[in-house]
């Protein structure tokens, strides 16, 4: 079923074609969401409530462009005032102070792979460039979906992109060979 049959099923009210849809973008919303906010418990409850954003608002789809950015805008929109909430709520919080101590436990044994520490590093890279970066790099949304998306220039979104990726080249000199890594190299390509 093609995305034009399915947004008609939809603006009828078939609920089928209401799972059809969830099911077809469900997995790719989801870890956008994740990759962005870095926290699988709100990226549950931001992928239903994109879903359920989209669902209300099938009335305003233009078709513009395809059914599938327009929901993944959604889902960036969701994301980002699911973010700026939970910065409010974080910053009303108890200072450390405050806060009851736990005890430290000490790293142990080699240092982490290199997986893990790709997801660290792009978990510490500041919202804007993360944002850009999982957008870019990792989803493959173009400079002009993402401006759009986030409501920025493009030229914006191409320096965000290429902060995130120095700050990530020297996050993960230490796994680099003598020269550069070949991940690295790619990225630089794009």
Known sequence: MTDAELLDR???????AERTFYDRH????YRLILRMSGRPELAQEWTQDTFVRAFDRLGQFRGESALSSWLHAIAVSVTLN???HLKRREALAAPLDEATTVAAVPLTGADPDLKSRLKTAIAALPEGTRRVFVM???EGFTH???SDALG???GTSKSQLFRAREKLRVALAAFAPVGRAPALRNMESA
């Open 10 to 16: 939809l603006r009828s009210g078939d609920h089928a």
């Open 82 to 84: 699911g973010l700026r």
């Open 144 to 146: 002009e979906e993402i």
């Open 26 to 29: 469900v997995d790719r919303v």
């Open 152 to 154: 920025v220039a493009v």
């Open 136 to 138: 870019h790099d990792v």
